[in-house]
């Protein structure tokens, strides 16, 4: 009985994959950081905004293809990940040279796998809190709706501002939420740059300039997502609107069986 042949994937094809899903999770966080943004624009922008999101042309089948594009580019990342560092380490073996190389490579370069990994589980428990909404509390019980504007008609839909101010009152998760987009940070300021050098595409003359562009996002993506939770945790922002919405949403109850009777 012949043993089933392995699939070997060519170092080159690793780094393009890698390299290819890498880009496209990189732009869907940045397009994701400017949409979170439109939370200091006020409840009406950021809540029309998620109506938005949730019936784009297609609903609900585009929002799904997104989704799964999104999934299948961050699996295949993180595998390339996992057979590129096996495939270095092995060739690495015990050449001193290669050693002394990684001893003087970036602090960022150095703990890819470690930030990888933690974001990898961040992902997961930001997913359960704000897309299904069921951790650390069931915000679909707790959180009503919000009138919004949809082509001149009123609507109501899920208040999704009033979802991220009670989410980043919480201490605790702000400051997980703040560490965790920290090391994003760390992980995009030499992904993006190692990026170009994965396709071949970086040089000598560029690699200080990608380096510099590369940190320069990482940045700009720390401060445009850590900026919601601090600025609820240390300015109060949203939290008089969450406490009028919550007193309407106690109240709502007691009027409807007030008018059934």
């Not at 897309?131 to 959180?143: F, H, K």
């Amino acid at each position: 009985m012949s043993d089933v042949p392995k699939v070997v994937i060519p170092s080159l094809a690793k780094k393009y994959l890698m390299a290819g899903s890498g880009l496209v999770l990189v732009l869907f966080v940045l397009g994701h950081m400017l949409g979170n943004l439109q939370f200091f624009l006020g409840p009406e922008v950021i809540n029309a905004y998620a109506y938005h999101l949730h019936h784009l042309p297609g609903h609900p089948v585009t929002l799904w293809i997104i989704r799964l594009i999104l999934l299948t580019c961050l699996v295949v990342h993180v595998w390339m990940a996992v057979l590129l560092t096996i495939e270095n380490k092995h060739a690495r073996g015990n050449d001193s040279y290669a050693q002394k190389h990684s001893n003087v490579a970036s602090y960022a370069a150095r703990t890819m796998p470690v930030t990888g990994v933690v974001l990898l589980l961040f992902i997961i428990l930001h997913i359960l809190q704000f897309t299904t909404r069921v951790v650390p509390e069931d915000y679909n019980a707790t959180i009503g709706e919000a009138p919004i504007e949809v082509a001149h008609v009123q609507i109501e839909f899920f208040d999704v501002f009033a979802m991220m101010v009670k989410g980043f009152s919480d201490p605790l998760f702000a400051g997980i939420y703040i560490i965790a987009v920290g090391l994003l940070c760390m992980h995009l300021s030499h992904g993006v740059s190692s990026m170009f050098q994965s396709i071949g595409w970086r040089n000598e003359i560029w690699r200080k300039r990608l380096h510099c562009i590369a940190l320069l996002y990482g940045w700009v993506v720390f401060l445009g997502f850590a900026a919601i939770p601090f600025s609820v945790l240390a300015f109060g922002h949203g939290k008089e609107y969450l406490a009028d919405k919550e007193a309407q949403w106690a109240a709502a109850p007691a009027v409807t069986t007030e008018i059934s009777h």
